[in-house]
């Protein structure tokens, strides 16, 4: 009656190896009746191989009953039931003695351990995972570590040049040529220094999902134009060609004028950055299907098989380390991404190697209907129209109140108005 009631399956033998009784639960588990099974060989009943050879493995009853010691097998055991069903087992065992000590017989006790094997593959993925999102997190606080300790340099390295010069500038010993030059190391650092604090809002706009467009129709080669009118000074100080080979002109896209000239002058600026002197830079446009395609190719260093695939992550960048040879956040690529998917376009970057330049390639849709050329220059003003517009407008006769913080900006807004009109200068702080 114990042997029937407990949990575990259990078959005897005798000194012949023959069974002599199965429980309930050793029925269940190799599919043999206690009368089919009686008188015959364990192992035609208790049939066993290992796991991964799938080799028969010794009966752990019958080394018992030869030994007279209680045997337990190693893991791995798959036992073969009656209708070739195959379950992992845990089994042991032992031999059955006399009241004078002799062997009369064995005794096999054995358990189905599937939802245990079950329950430890699970723990051991539970474990994986743990581990792997406990090693991403810990790179993830790296790469924000190191993203920081970049912003703190690539910030500090303009303004030194802002202050040391302003500096200079207030002893009043530059000449003409002096001051001049002074005052454009200045406006170009502050403006370095712009672009880097614009990057920092546009890509936290991005992870805030608060980046929005102001869409209409565009025609993406005076986009084009634009972009590269912008980075020409910058190319020429490196003697780099700057080429474009601009088709389907006249081929609209429905999007913000505005983000799709960042968008190409990020490409564009990348590219020139990590291009070295007397290099190339081409640009194009052509129509593939339904889609234009920007493509803008470099000669430069090129970007290694194991970094192109985080080219487009933000606080990604080959090196950034304080040693890294060239400057810059290291968003811009992140942020163009982003642009592009919020167009519904896509977005790639290509690379033989290091040392062999790199292409990115820019797709958008096709806008279905074709809209006068005259809303085009509506749609994107270029940069030498909207100064020449600012400079246009005339404030006489009006009476203005600016309000700012900190005082400062209030006064160069002031300043400026003035500039457009005869305004009287009154700043209270």
């Given at each position: ?8 399956a ?5 000194t012949?190896?023959d ?94 351990i ?22 991403n ?5 790296r ?14 390295t ?193 690379s033989p ?42 404030l ?34």
């Open positions: 009656m114990t042997l029937s009631s407990i949990g575990e259990v078959i005897a033998t005798d012949n190896g069974v002599t009784f199965l429980n309930p639960v050793a029925e269940s588990l190799t599919g043999w009746k206690q009368e089919e099974a009686q008188g015959r060989s364990l192992r035609h009943v208790f049939n066993i191989m290992n796991e991964q050879t799938r080799e028969t493995v010794e009966n752990p009853a019958l080394r018992a009953m030869q030994e007279g010691l209680i045997v337990g097998l190693a893991n791995h055991t798959v036992l073969v039931a009656k209708d070739g069903t195959e379950m992992p087992i845990d089994d042991s065992g032992a031999p059955i003695k006399g009241a004078e000590g002799k062997v009369i017989g064995a005794v096999l006790i054995f358990r189905d599937t939802e245990r094997r079950l329950a430890e593959e699970e723990r051991s993925a539970l474990l994986a995972s743990e581990r792997a999102a406990r090693k997190a810990e790179a993830a606080s790469s924000k570590d190191e993203f920081v300790a970049m912003i703190s340099h690539e910030i500090r303009p303004l030194n040049s802002i202050l040391g010069w302003a500096q200079l500038l207030r002893r009043g010993k530059f000449d003409q040529a002096e001051t001049e030059r002074a005052t454009e190391i200045i406006e170009r650092n502050a403006k370095a220094q712009s672009q880097l604090i614009e990057d920092l809002l546009d890509i936290s706009r991005v992870i805030s999902g608060k980046l929005t467009l102001n869409v209409r129709s565009v025609e993406l080669a005076q986009i084009i134009e634009a972009a590269m009118d912008s980075i020409r000074t910058a190319a020429e100080a490196k003697s780099i060609q700057l080429r474009a080979r601009l088709e389907s002109r006249g081929s609209l896209v429905a999007g913000d004028p505005n983000r799709l000239q960042q968008i190409v002058f990020n490409l564009l600026s990348n590219a020139v950055k990590f291009t070295p002197r007397d290099g190339r830079v081409e640009v194009s446009l052509e129509r593939v299907n339904s889609h234009l395609q920007i493509a803008v190719s470099d000669s430069g260093v090129g970007i290694s098989p194991e970094f192109l695939p985080f080219v487009f992550d933000r606080f990604s960048q080959a090196n950034t380390t304080s040693e890294r040879k060239y400057g810059g956040l290291g968003l811009g690529l992140a942020i163009v991404r982003h642009l592009v998917e919020l167009h519904g376009g896509t977005v790639q970057a290509d190697g290091e040392g062999q330049g790199a292409t990115f390639t820019v797709t958008l849709p096709v806008k279905a209907l074709h809209e006068e050329m005259s809303e085009l220059g509506r749609a994107a003003p270029s940069a030498e129209y909207a100064d020449s517009l600012a400079d246009a407008i005339m006489d006769g009006l009476r203005v109140m600016i309000v700012d913080e900190p005082i400062e900006a209030g006064e160069l807004v002031v300043v400026i108005a003035s500039i457009a009109g005869r305004l009287s200068k009154d700043v209270t702080g």
